[in-house]
C-alpha cells in the first residue's frame, strides 16, 4: 500500500541526491530508506532513480515528482484542517425546513450561541423529509421541521405556530379569502382558489395555491390543503421547486401563494395575513435521544432554546 512515508521518501531524495542526507531528512536510516523506496517503484512499475554514479531522477521520477510534491501538501492541509477542527471544540449541526424564514432561520441557528453555547453551529436547509433522516441518522444534530410529521423515535419539542401571508395577484381574491369560498369575490376578475365558479352560478377565475411538493412533507402538506378545503371546496395546486418560483407564478398572475415570510413580495403583488381560515406554519425541534452526548451534552435543552427563537419570531 502506497504510504505517506513512502512518498517523502521519493521527495527527500530527489531533493538531497544523498541517500544518508535524504534518510537524516525523514527521521529513518538508510537501509529502510532504501528499501521504503524499492516498495515504493514496485507500487509504482517505475524506476524513479538512477543509482550507478550518485543518485539522479530518471525520466519517470521526474514525471512524478510533482504530483508526490502535491500529494504531501494535501495531506498536510488534511492534518492541518483536523487540528483546527479539534481545536475549536464540538460542533452542532442544526438543519432548517426551507420554509422558515431567512431572518429567523439565522436567529435560531445563532440562539445557543448567544445562550454561552461554545459549539460550532454548521446549518444546512433541507425538506423536512430529508432532514428527520439526517437526524436518525446522527448527520445532523437538530432540526427545524414542519409539523405534522412522522417521527420514526425522533424526540420533538413544542409546535410553533408561524403566522402566514397570503400573496396574490394585484385586485384579486385569495384561497379562502375576504369573499369566502361560497361568496362571489369582490370584482368580477378577481381570482380565488380551487375551483372555476363562485357562488349562484357567479364567474368567477380561482388561482391554484403553489405548494413545495408533497413528498418534502407529506403530512403537512395534507393538513394545509385540508385546511383550504375545509369549506367544502376542491382546492388546485401547482408544486413549485421553492417560494421565489411561488412568487413569480403570483406575480405573472398564474398561482397564489402562502408564506411565512413577511420580507416575501413583488411589484404587482397584495399580501394579507392568512387569518380566514388560519393557515400559520407549523414548526417543531427534532432530535435522537439515542444519540445525544457526542455533539449537544442536553439536546432537549439546546431544542428548547431554538423553540425560544422560534417561538420570539412567532409574536413579531
Same mark, same amino acid.
Given at each position: 500500500?502506497?504510504?505517506?512515508?513512502?512518498?517523502?521518501?521519493?521527495?527527500?531524495?530527489?531533493?538531497?541526491?544523498?541517500?544518508?542526507?535524504?534518510?537524516?531528512?525523514?527521521?529513518?536510516?538508510?537501509?529502510?530508506?532504501?528499501?521504503?523506496?524499492?516498495?515504493?517503484?514496485?507500487?509504482?512499475?517505475?524506476?524513479?532513480?538512477?543509482?550507478?554514479?550518485?543518485?539522479?531522477?530518471?525520466?519517470?521520477?521526474?514525471?512524478?515528482?510533482?504530483?508526490?510534491?502535491?500529494?504531501?501538501?494535501?495531506?498536510?492541509?488534511?492534518?492541518?484542517?483536523?487540528?483546527?477542527?479539534?481545536?475549536?471544540?464540538?460542533?452542532?449541526?442544526?438543519?432548517?425546513?426551507?420554509?422558515?424564514?431567512?431572518?429567523?432561520?439565522?436567529?435560531?441557528?445563532?440562539?445557543?450561541?448567544?445562550?454561552?453555547?461554545?459549539?460550532?453551529?454548521?446549518?444546512?436547509?433541507?425538506?423536512?423529509?430529508?432532514?428527520?433522516?439526517?437526524?436518525?441518522?446522527?448527520?445532523?444534530?437538530?432540526?427545524?421541521?414542519?409539523?405534522?410529521?412522522?417521527?420514526?423515535?425522533?424526540?420533538?419539542?413544542?409546535?410553533?405556530?408561524?403566522?402566514?401571508?397570503?400573496?396574490?395577484? =394585484?385586485? @384579486?381574491?385569495? &384561497? !379562502?379569502?375576504? *369573499?369566502?369560498?361560497?361568496?362571489? %369575490?369582490?370584482?368580477? /376578475? +378577481? $381570482?380565488?382558489?380551487?375551483?372555476?365558479?363562485?357562488?349562484?352560478?357567479?364567474?368567477?377565475?380561482?388561482?391554484?395555491?403553489?405548494?413545495?411538493?408533497?413528498?418534502?412533507?407529506?403530512?403537512?402538506?395534507?393538513?394545509?390543503?385540508?385546511?383550504?378545503?375545509?369549506?367544502?371546496?376542491?382546492?388546485?395546486?401547482?408544486?413549485?421547486?421553492?417560494?421565489?418560483?411561488?412568487?413569480?407564478?403570483?406575480?405573472?398572475?398564474?398561482?397564489?401563494?402562502?408564506?411565512?415570510?413577511?420580507?416575501?413580495?413583488?411589484?404587482?403583488?397584495?399580501?394579507?395575513?392568512?387569518?380566514?381560515?388560519?393557515?400559520?406554519?407549523?414548526?417543531?425541534?427534532?432530535?435522537?435521544?439515542?444519540?445525544?452526548? =457526542?455533539? @449537544?451534552?442536553? &439536546? !432537549?435543552?439546546? *431544542?428548547?432554546?431554538?423553540?425560544? %427563537?422560534?417561538?420570539? /419570531? +412567532? $409574536?413579531?
Amino acid at each position: 500500500m502506497l504510504t505517506e512515508r513512502h512518498l517523502e521518501i521519493f521527495v527527500a531524495l530527489a531533493e538531497e541526491e544523498h541517500f544518508g542526507a535524504a534518510a537524516q531528512r525523514v527521521g529513518i536510516t538508510q537501509p529502510p530508506l532504501s528499501q521504503g523506496l524499492r516498495r515504493l517503484e514496485a507500487l509504482l512499475g517505475v524506476r524513479l532513480f538512477e543509482r550507478e554514479r550518485g543518485v539522479f531522477l530518471t525520466e519517470e521520477g521526474a514525471l512524478l515528482l510533482p504530483h508526490a510534491r502535491r500529494a504531501l501538501a494535501a495531506l498536510a492541509e488534511l492534518r492541518e484542517t483536523g487540528a483546527r477542527e479539534h481545536a475549536d471544540g464540538r460542533r452542532l449541526r442544526l438543519g432548517l425546513a426551507p420554509e422558515v424564514p431567512a431572518p429567523l432561520a439565522a436567529d435560531v441557528a445563532a440562539a445557543p450561541v448567544r445562550a454561552g453555547d461554545r459549539a460550532r453551529i454548521s446549518t444546512v436547509t433541507a425538506p423536512t423529509a430529508s432532514l428527520l433522516s439526517d437526524v436518525a441518522s446522527g448527520r445532523l444534530d437538530l432540526a427545524v421541521v414542519r409539523h405534522p410529521s412522522v417521527l420514526h423515535g425522533l424526540a420533538a419539542g413544542q409546535v410553533v405556530l408561524l403566522p402566514t401571508w397570503i400573496l396574490t395577484p =394585484a385586485g @384579486s381574491a385569495t &384561497p !379562502a379569502g375576504p *369573499a369566502g369560498p361560497d361568496r362571489p %369575490a369582490d370584482s368580477g /376578475g +378577481a $381570482a380565488e382558489v380551487g375551483g372555476a365558479a363562485g357562488a349562484g352560478g357567479a364567474a368567477v377565475r380561482r388561482l391554484p395555491v403553489a405548494v413545495r411538493p408533497r413528498r418534502e412533507a407529506p403530512a403537512a402538506h395534507d393538513l394545509f390543503v385540508d385546511t383550504l378545503a375545509s369549506r367544502g371546496r376542491r382546492v388546485e395546486t401547482v408544486v413549485v421547486a421553492d417560494e421565489r418560483a411561488g412568487l413569480a407564478l403570483v406575480a405573472a398572475g398564474q398561482a397564489v401563494l402562502v408564506t411565512a415570510d413577511e420580507t416575501l413580495t413583488a411589484s404587482r403583488v397584495e399580501r394579507r395575513r392568512a387569518t380566514d381560515p388560519p393557515l400559520p406554519l407549523r414548526l417543531r425541534v427534532v432530535w435522537n435521544p439515542r444519540r445525544s452526548g =457526542a455533539a @449537544s451534552e442536553d &439536546p !432537549a435543552a439546546t *431544542a428548547r432554546l431554538l423553540e425560544n %427563537a422560534l417561538a420570539e /419570531g +412567532a $409574536a413579531r
